[in-house]
């Protein structure tokens, strides 16, 4: 499994309209397949900074999204309302053994 997290910093009059964005988007996002789970977060003290946290099957599925028509669309919208630019990483679950 891949967990991917995405920051993204608004401009704070652009919040209401990315979360009109990710309302629209989310149950689409959700129906990829190789997605397991999304949910957006929101920085506790910075208001306008959310993170979207999301499980993928693998990297193929990810990339398989990152490429689709959806991503393309909705990270048109999105892209526009940044403040600062996002910052995407990916993680794996690591188990220690013993």
Known sequence: MLIRIVKMTFEPNK????LDVFE??????????????????QDYNLTNSFSTYSYWKNEAALNNYRNSGL???????????FIEKPIAFSLKQHTLVG
């Open 15 to 18: 919040v209401a309209e990315f």
């Open 24 to 41: 629209k988007s989310k149950t689409k996002i959700r129906a990829m397949e190789g997605c397991s789970h999304l949910e957006l977060l």
């Open 71 to 81: 991503f393309k669309a909705v990270w048109a919208k999105t892209k526009v309302l």
